[in-house]
């Protein structure tokens, strides 16, 4: 499904004129820029039982239209576990920072 999605996302932007664009996005996969966000939450976190994740919101480094350079051109995540999101606790969100 993920190799799927991200041939879509490759051609779709490459169609609408959108390659080296900033990618903002609610829901959906993250656009990992180095590891899979979900696994790094995990990682930190030393979780036995992985906790499986949601994205809610990414925003991609923009200067243009933002006026924002996060870290050196990266994207930040902000992303719930499914368990949380089921019970709306979203004071739970967790945010990820990943940089080129």
Known sequence: MR????????????????????CHQILGH???IQNDV????NNLKGNEHKEKYILLLQVDTDEENLHIVWGDFGTIYFVISEDHLK????EETELCLQCC
């Open 87 to 90: 019970n709306k606790k979203f």
């Open 38 to 41: 979900y696994e790094e939450l």
């Open 30 to 32: 993250p656009q990992n």
């Open 3 to 22: 190799v799927r999605y991200d041939r879509f996302l490759k051609d779709f932007k490459r169609l609408h004129g959108l390659n080296g664009k900033p």
